[in-house]
């Protein structure tokens, strides 16, 4: 039986240095975000369900401009992600406003996912090669794996980016992942600031995760015990979060699984900062110009994808 995996949508996210709602921000000729091209490129690979992690005070907006447009192309579910759905005993801080965080997503919608299935960001751009290289992962019944990016392939011109980076082995497998949440070009190449504010210099062909990460089901409980666990530890930290990469790193450290590492030939792009919107359109344009994607989206035949 041909298995169709699930695409998992992190679109809760408050967009903070975007300064709006980036997850439903028109970029394609036609009023198409980015999401779109993710869903159009994960039907054509094989997914066979896309599953929507939103927030309450958004959902009335991003089904209105998501919900119908897929109909007949792929199975579509929300699931809503709120500070206060954590785990039996914990409660929240009562200074806590950011959302818990992407791993924390995952454990939301775990009921909602009974195929392998992969996680990708709502405002990031992946391209098709990468969605089909996964699909084939999951597909084979293997159980973790990440599409991994060349670090100079995924930086914003406008300011610092989050970046899970690799550590991988000659076979492949992801020995480490350390999420870096502030990498940037500099006069002096690529720098990431640590938490102790020290620069760490990064080379342009670092293997880095932007999050496009496949899990068998089974795996669904460690997200669990790996939450209670960052609860424990961190909850009372008002910008902490319960990130993928801290999964993955606990999976490999513990001797869980094997994560594969898959490398993409694909360049991202996405939009972290405002700025950054004319170079999303820009790119966009050039690939349908090339062929690529049609002019408009979804004004074409549903089994033509």
Not at 266 to 274: I, M, Q, R, S
Request: proline share 6%; aromatic share 10%; with cysteine.
């Amino acid at each position: 039986m041909d298995i169709k995996p699930t695409l998992l949508v992190l679109a809760a996210g408050m967009a903070t240095r975007y300064g709006s709602l980036k997850q439903i921000e028109a970029f394609g000729p036609n009023g198409e975000t980015i999401i779109d091209y993710s869903i159009y490129d994960a039907i054509k690979a094989g997914f066979g369900k896309v599953v929507f992690i939103i927030r309450k005070s958004i959902e009335a907006e991003f089904k209105a401009a998501m919900q119908d447009k897929f109909s007949g192309r792929i199975e579509v579910d929300f699931v809503l992600q709120e500070l206060d759905i954590l785990p039996e005993g914990f409660s929240v801080p009562q200074d806590r406003v950011k959302p818990w965080g992407t791993a924390h997503a995952v454990w939301v919608a775990a009921g909602k996912l009974t195929e392998p299935f992969a996680v990708i960001n709502g405002d990031d751009f992946y391209g098709y090669q990468s969605f089909q290289i996964m699909a084939d992962f999951l597909k084979s019944g293997q159980e973790c794996g990440l599409v991994g990016y060349l670090l100079a392939n995924t930086l914003s011109e406008h300011g610092a980016v989050s970046r899970g980076i690799c550590e991988v082995d000659t076979g492949g497998n992801l020995v480490s992942i350390t999420e870096q949440t502030h990498i940037e070009k500099t006069q002096d190449g690529i720098v990431a600031i640590g938490p102790d504010q020290q620069p760490i210099s990064l080379a342009p062909d670092q293997m880095v995760s932007m999050n496009l990460m496949g899990f068998a089901p089974s795996l669904l409980p460690y997200f669990g015990k790996y939450l209670e666990g960052f609860l424990w530890e961190k909850a009372h930290l008002p910008k902490a979060e319960f990130f993928l990469p801290l999964v993955l790193d606990k999976l490999v450290k513990e001797g869980a699984t094997q994560v594969k590492v898959l490398p993409t030939p694909e360049k991202w792009f996405g939009v972290t900062y405002p700025a950054d919107k004319p170079l999303v359109v820009e790119a966009l344009r050039k690939l349908i110009e090339a062929g690529t994607y049609p002019e408009n989206l979804w004004n074409t035949p549903v089994n033509s994808i």
